[in-house]
Protein backbone atom coordinates (compact mmCIF):
# COMPACT_ATOMS: atom_id res chain seq x y z
CA UNK A 1 0.00 0.00 0.00
CA UNK A 2 1.42 3.33 -1.08
CA UNK A 3 1.05 6.57 -0.08
CA UNK A 4 0.96 9.72 -2.15
CA UNK A 5 1.58 13.34 -0.94
CA UNK A 6 -1.51 14.69 -3.56
CA UNK A 7 -3.55 12.91 -0.48
CA UNK A 8 -2.00 14.96 2.01
CA UNK A 9 -4.54 18.13 2.81
CA UNK A 10 -1.83 20.72 3.75
CA UNK A 11 0.11 20.07 0.35
CA UNK A 12 -0.15 22.79 -2.48
CA UNK A 13 -1.86 20.71 -4.80
CA UNK A 14 -4.95 19.88 -2.29
CA UNK A 15 -5.16 23.57 -2.20
CA UNK A 16 -5.12 24.34 -5.62
CA UNK A 17 -2.22 26.56 -5.41
CA UNK A 18 0.81 26.03 -7.53
CA UNK A 19 4.14 26.37 -5.21
CA UNK A 20 5.90 27.34 -8.09
CA UNK A 21 3.78 30.36 -9.36
CA UNK A 22 3.20 32.09 -5.95
CA UNK A 23 7.27 32.03 -5.44
CA UNK A 24 8.15 34.21 -8.91
CA UNK A 25 5.19 36.31 -7.80
CA UNK A 26 6.65 36.68 -4.65
CA UNK A 27 10.04 37.31 -6.20
CA UNK A 28 8.39 39.91 -8.67
CA UNK A 29 7.04 41.70 -6.10
CA UNK A 30 10.15 42.41 -3.98
CA UNK A 31 12.41 43.06 -7.74
CA UNK A 32 9.64 46.16 -8.01
CA UNK A 33 10.25 47.03 -4.94
CA UNK A 34 13.98 47.51 -5.23
CA UNK A 35 13.85 48.81 -8.40
CA UNK A 36 11.39 51.37 -7.15
CA UNK A 37 13.90 52.46 -3.90
CA UNK A 38 16.53 52.22 -6.40
CA UNK A 39 14.99 54.60 -8.74
CA UNK A 40 13.04 57.06 -5.97
CA UNK A 41 17.32 56.84 -4.25
CA UNK A 42 18.93 57.70 -7.51
CA UNK A 43 16.35 60.50 -8.26
CA UNK A 44 17.01 62.62 -4.89
CA UNK A 45 20.77 61.61 -5.41
CA UNK A 46 20.50 63.92 -8.70
CA UNK A 47 18.65 66.50 -7.27
CA UNK A 48 20.90 67.15 -4.41
CA UNK A 49 23.76 67.01 -6.86
CA UNK A 50 22.03 69.53 -9.66
CA UNK A 51 21.25 71.94 -6.33
CA UNK A 52 24.82 71.53 -5.07
CA UNK A 53 26.34 72.34 -8.23
CA UNK A 54 23.89 75.25 -8.59
CA UNK A 55 25.15 76.74 -5.39
CA UNK A 56 28.62 76.46 -5.96
CA UNK A 57 28.82 78.08 -9.57
CA UNK A 58 26.69 80.70 -7.70
CA UNK A 59 29.29 81.07 -4.89
CA UNK A 60 31.88 80.79 -7.21
CA UNK A 61 30.39 83.75 -9.20
CA UNK A 62 29.54 85.78 -6.22
CA UNK A 63 33.28 85.49 -5.32
CA UNK A 64 34.74 86.79 -8.49
CA UNK A 65 32.15 89.32 -8.48
CA UNK A 66 33.48 90.89 -5.39
CA UNK A 67 36.64 90.53 -6.01
CA UNK A 68 36.87 92.22 -8.94
CA UNK A 69 34.75 95.02 -8.45
CA UNK A 70 35.77 96.39 -5.12
CA UNK A 71 37.51 99.69 -4.36
CA UNK A 72 41.38 99.60 -4.04
CA UNK A 73 44.13 102.01 -1.95
CA UNK A 74 45.60 104.64 -4.81
CA UNK A 75 47.99 106.65 -2.84
CA UNK A 76 49.45 107.61 0.69
CA UNK A 77 47.60 107.28 3.68
CA UNK A 78 47.64 110.12 6.25
CA UNK A 79 46.84 111.06 9.57
CA UNK A 80 45.70 114.56 10.38
CA UNK A 81 46.13 115.91 14.05
CA UNK A 82 45.05 118.57 16.37
CA UNK A 83 47.04 117.31 18.96
CA UNK A 84 50.62 116.29 18.84
CA UNK A 85 49.72 113.03 21.17
CA UNK A 86 47.08 111.22 18.83
CA UNK A 87 45.46 110.51 15.59
CA UNK A 88 42.32 112.60 14.44
CA UNK A 89 41.56 111.99 11.23
CA UNK A 90 42.65 109.32 8.43
CA UNK A 91 42.96 110.22 4.89
CA UNK A 92 42.93 107.56 2.43
CA UNK A 93 42.56 107.82 -1.08
CA UNK A 94 40.52 105.17 -3.19
CA UNK A 95 39.52 104.04 -6.28
CA UNK A 96 37.77 101.29 -8.36
CA UNK A 97 40.01 98.37 -8.56
CA UNK A 98 40.56 97.32 -12.59
CA UNK A 99 38.04 96.41 -14.44
CA UNK A 100 35.51 97.09 -11.60
CA UNK A 101 32.13 98.54 -12.10
CA UNK A 102 31.16 102.08 -10.52
CA UNK A 103 30.45 101.96 -6.81
CA UNK A 104 27.69 104.01 -5.27
CA UNK A 105 29.80 105.59 -2.39
CA UNK A 106 26.70 106.36 -0.42
CA UNK A 107 26.64 102.55 -0.08
CA UNK A 108 29.71 102.13 1.28
CA UNK A 109 30.02 101.37 5.24
CA UNK A 110 33.27 102.12 7.39
CA UNK A 111 34.41 99.75 10.44
CA UNK A 112 37.27 101.36 12.51
CA UNK A 113 39.52 98.32 14.79
CA UNK A 114 42.11 98.63 17.04
CA UNK A 115 43.33 96.23 19.91
CA UNK A 116 41.65 98.69 22.75
CA UNK A 117 38.02 99.09 20.61
CA UNK A 118 36.34 99.20 17.39
CA UNK A 119 33.20 100.96 16.23
CA UNK A 120 31.37 101.39 12.90
CA UNK A 121 31.94 104.96 11.50
CA UNK A 122 28.63 106.79 10.54
CA UNK A 123 28.22 108.48 7.34
CA UNK A 124 28.65 112.41 7.26
CA UNK A 125 25.80 114.64 6.42
CA UNK A 126 26.22 115.75 4.02
CA UNK A 127 28.65 113.42 2.92
CA UNK A 128 30.45 114.72 -0.33
CA UNK A 129 33.22 117.37 -0.27
CA UNK A 130 33.15 118.42 3.47
CA UNK A 131 35.08 117.67 6.31
CA UNK A 132 33.37 115.17 8.81
CA UNK A 133 32.58 115.34 12.60
CA UNK A 134 34.22 113.59 14.89
CA UNK A 135 32.60 109.56 14.55
CA UNK A 136 32.22 110.52 10.73
CA UNK A 137 33.61 110.14 7.70
CA UNK A 138 32.93 112.00 4.02
CA UNK A 139 34.52 112.02 0.65
CA UNK A 140 36.40 114.85 1.15
CA UNK A 141 37.94 115.59 -1.92
CA UNK A 142 37.31 114.04 -5.61
CA UNK A 143 39.76 113.70 -8.38
CA UNK A 144 38.48 113.16 -12.48
CA UNK A 145 35.18 113.16 -11.06
CA UNK A 146 31.83 114.41 -12.40
CA UNK A 147 28.91 115.69 -10.23
CA UNK A 148 27.68 112.25 -9.25
CA UNK A 149 28.11 109.92 -6.10
CA UNK A 150 29.26 107.05 -8.16
CA UNK A 151 33.16 106.23 -7.49
CA UNK A 152 33.79 104.92 -11.31
CA UNK A 153 36.93 104.07 -13.23
CA UNK A 154 39.74 106.74 -13.10
CA UNK A 155 38.14 108.84 -10.66
CA UNK A 156 39.80 109.15 -7.17
CA UNK A 157 37.92 109.69 -3.66
CA UNK A 158 39.48 110.96 -0.92
CA UNK A 159 37.98 109.65 2.04
CA UNK A 160 38.17 112.04 5.52
CA UNK A 161 37.64 109.05 8.59
CA UNK A 162 37.38 110.51 12.03
CA UNK A 163 37.15 108.00 14.71
CA UNK A 164 34.92 108.37 17.63
CA UNK A 165 37.31 106.76 20.22
CA UNK A 166 41.11 107.57 19.37
CA UNK A 167 42.25 104.94 21.77
CA UNK A 168 44.38 103.03 19.25
CA UNK A 169 45.06 106.55 17.36
CA UNK A 170 48.36 107.35 19.45
CA UNK A 171 51.93 106.54 18.93
CA UNK A 172 53.00 103.23 18.17
CA UNK A 173 49.25 101.75 18.68
CA UNK A 174 48.21 99.76 15.42
CA UNK A 175 44.55 100.10 13.69
CA UNK A 176 42.91 98.78 10.76
CA UNK A 177 39.92 100.47 8.53
CA UNK A 178 38.07 98.77 6.55
CA UNK A 179 36.08 100.12 3.91
CA UNK A 180 32.87 98.11 2.25
CA UNK A 181 30.82 98.92 -0.59
CA UNK A 182 27.43 96.93 -0.22
CA UNK A 183 27.89 93.40 -2.10
CA UNK A 184 31.05 94.21 -2.61
CA UNK A 185 34.99 92.69 -0.91
CA UNK A 186 36.02 95.31 1.62
CA UNK A 187 39.59 97.11 1.62
CA UNK A 188 41.50 96.84 4.69
CA UNK A 189 43.82 99.48 5.53
CA UNK A 190 46.28 98.60 8.31
CA UNK A 191 48.71 101.04 9.63
CA UNK A 192 50.56 101.19 12.45
CA UNK A 193 51.06 105.42 14.25
CA UNK A 194 54.74 106.28 13.95
CA UNK A 195 56.32 107.75 17.16
CA UNK A 196 56.24 111.57 16.70
CA UNK A 197 53.31 112.92 15.73
CA UNK A 198 53.19 116.30 13.37
CA UNK A 199 50.07 117.95 12.17
CA UNK A 200 50.11 115.71 9.10
CA UNK A 201 52.11 112.45 9.32
CA UNK A 202 52.39 109.73 6.55
CA UNK A 203 51.19 106.09 8.07
CA UNK A 204 52.93 103.12 6.82
Known amino acids: MSTSNSSDPASPECRGLPET????????IVLIAFVVVAAVFGYVVLMAGILFSEESQSTVHKGIHEAGSSVTLTGTVYGVSNARERIDFVIIPVGLTAGGEPIDITTVSVRFIGLAHREMISQNVPLIDVFPGRGKWSV?????????????????YVLNISPNV???????????IEIKPAGRAALRVERTVPGSIDRITVLN
Open 140 to 156: QERFNADSDVLLEAGEQ
Open 21 to 28: GFTGLEAA
Open 166 to 176: RTDCKPYRSFA
